[in-house]
């Protein structure tokens, strides 16, 4: 199976000096926005397309490192200065000829393709003339783009050494995207003898009906007539399209195009297609064809999948140690590929959860239930006078028995990390002896120490007591307000936050939780 092992970037975009390495069936980026995941996509998408027109349609004005450009444009500009940018991708070793070779930047022995841009040389003088006006100008324009192997072959849009499909549902209505799709599946489906013979027949259809429908028409004319067009720009391939249930599916609705265009490209009967580079699937996507997407995915066949995603289900459900973690403030890249397989198989199976919310977070509060995330916003306010985001702090309700599942990923990510938890009458047990394999500078566990204020709600009410006696108490008949607070958790919580807000108390545990993660 021919597949993509390492991509190396130069100047491109956000991206200074970068590399990463792929797994070669599956890769998921994760990362905020601007983080630089779609760039790698593009960078794959450029490089395997070996496309000019398409490197120039996008321009190299938004394709160079703009630091790196300002940071010429403020020295003092020698020729022999001028930044380069280069993507290299590094692939599975098949000893091709054509792609073998050490024209690349390791400097090694290994098949691989790249795309370069760098100054004219034979533009020199031009360029130096640019360079020396009082007005700072990047000459962009005396650019050249070369694609080649590392055998130093040159290469074209013809010469496929991997095939690859790119489906952005960001952009799902985008016309040029959806020709673009249509072009690229039928090149990947088509066998060539069958893209000939088509053609060629569709050709000569144009000629049938210029000749039938068109001789009454063209015979008033003198010296003029029309004709059907037949160029690079109306042909075949152009004029495809592609139909369910006799519909365009440009004209289905945006959700459904996605779902057609991403089970059309990961079909097994596809087998042609090497690499697939899927831009954030969950866009349009109701929940349940979200779940449908997934299972298309893990089923399909022998292809290099790279997917952009921010939906915690289809990173979870795809298995967290294929995810790559790119990091926004940095060129920096973290994965999950040390996670226990217990761990990975339980965010597979749990119910639909945060996970990426807490990967992409600097700093959590975990909670175990609705009742804590409902009044704990209110609860940091009250102590820090702030909201939590202005600290960076992610509030996220997970379930109890997850706490572990979530303290590995934040061991393993540096994500600092407050838990806060009912001691559930014993609080050295459960606070402190449980999780002791986690404690750390940035993982702390926080409960009441007092093993008689068992739960976040008895604490409540003891801090409380005349407030909830009051809220709570009219119309109890065999309850207590306590009992009735316990067995009635998210309700209260939310009458308390409604009606009580501004007198409530905060537990002495959790303002040490607040006061901790806030630092």
């Known amino acids: ?13 956000r991206f200074k000096s ?19 995941k779609s760039s790698i996509l593009n960078a794959i998408d ?12 996008i321009g190299l004005e938004s394709l160079f490192n703009h630091e790196v450009v ?112 249509i072009k690229n599946m039928y090149s990947s489906y088509a066998l060539d003898t069958e893209k000939n013979k088509h053609k060629n027949e569709y050709r000569k259809h ?5 000749r039938s429908a068109l001789t009454d028409l063209n015979s008033r004319f003198d010296g003029y007539a029309f004709g059907i067009r037949n160029n690079s720009k109306a042909n075949l391939e152009t004029d495809l399209t592609l139909t369910e249930a006799d519909i365009n599916i440009e004209n289905k609705g945006k959700g459904r195009q996605c779902f057609i265009k991403t089970e059309f490209a990961l079909n097994r009967s596809s087998g042609k ?21 997934v299972g298309k995915i893990l089923d399909a066949g022998e292809k290099q999948l790279f997917i952009t995603t921010h939906n915690s289900l289809i990173s979870s459900r795809l298995d967290l140690r294929k995810a790559i973690l790119i990091n926004s403030n940095s060129t920096n890249v973290s994965r999950l590929n040390f996670l226990s397989e217990d761990t990975a198989k339980f965010f597979m199976k749990a119910p639909d959860n945060n996970v990426n919310e807490f990967i ?45 599942r979530y303290l590995e990923l934040a061991k393993t990510l540096n994500v600092k990390t407050a838990v806060i938890r009912d001691n559930d009458g014993d609080y050295q047990k459960n606070c402190v002896e449980r999780y002791s394999e986690y404690a750390s500078d940035l993982i702390k566990i926080f409960g009441d120490s007092d093993n008689n204020r068992s739960t976040f709600e008895i604490c409540l009410y003891l801090e409380n007591q005349t407030l909830c006696e009051e809220l709570f108490a009219v119309s109890r008949r065999t309850l207590s307000v306590q009992d009735y607070m316990l067995h009635n958790k998210a309700d209260v919580a939310f009458d308390l936050l409604d009606k009580k807000e501004s007198s409530l108390h905060v537990p002495q545990y959790i303002k040490n939780a607040i006061e901790w993660i806030k630092q």
């Open 360 to 404: 992409l977070s600097k700093k959590v509060i975990l909670v175990e239930g609705d009742a804590e995330f409902i009044l704990l916003e209110s609860f940091f306010k009250k102590v820090t006078t702030r909201d939590p985001h202005y600290f960076d702090i992610h509030i996220i309700s997970i379930g109890g028995t997850s706490f572990k």
């Open 1 to 13: 199976m021919k597949h993509i092992q390492k991509i190396k970037l130069k100047n491109f975009r």
């Open 18 to 36: 970068f590399e990463v390495t792929f797994d070669k069936t599956l890769n998921m980026l994760i990362g905020d926005n601007e983080a630089g």
């Open 273 to 293: 297609i090497d690499v697939i580079l899927l831009e954030e699937p969950e866009n349009h996507l109701s929940h349940v064809n979200m779940k449908k997407i």
């Open 46 to 57: 450029l490089v395997l397309s070996a496309s000019r027109s398409k490197t120039e349609t």
């Open 70 to 181: 300002e940071e010429f444009l403020n020295s003092s500009k020698r020729y022999k200065d001028l930044p380069e940018l280069f993507i290299e991708i590094y692939l599975s070793e098949q000893n091709n000829p054509d792609l073998n070779g050490k024209n690349n930047s390791d400097n090694i022995i290994c098949d691989g393709l790249f795309m370069k841009c760098s100054p004219i040389d034979e533009l020199s003088k031009e360029i130096k003339e640019i360079l020396s006006q009082e007005e700072p100008c990047f000459p962009f324009e005396y650019y050249s783009i070369t694609f080649k192997t590392f055998s130093d072959q040159s290469v074209t849009g013809y010469s496929k050494f991997l095939k690859h499909i790119s489906i952005d549902n960001a952009h799902i209505s985008n016309e040029y995207a959806t020709r673009e799709y």
């Open 206 to 210: 144009k000629e049938a009906f210029k």
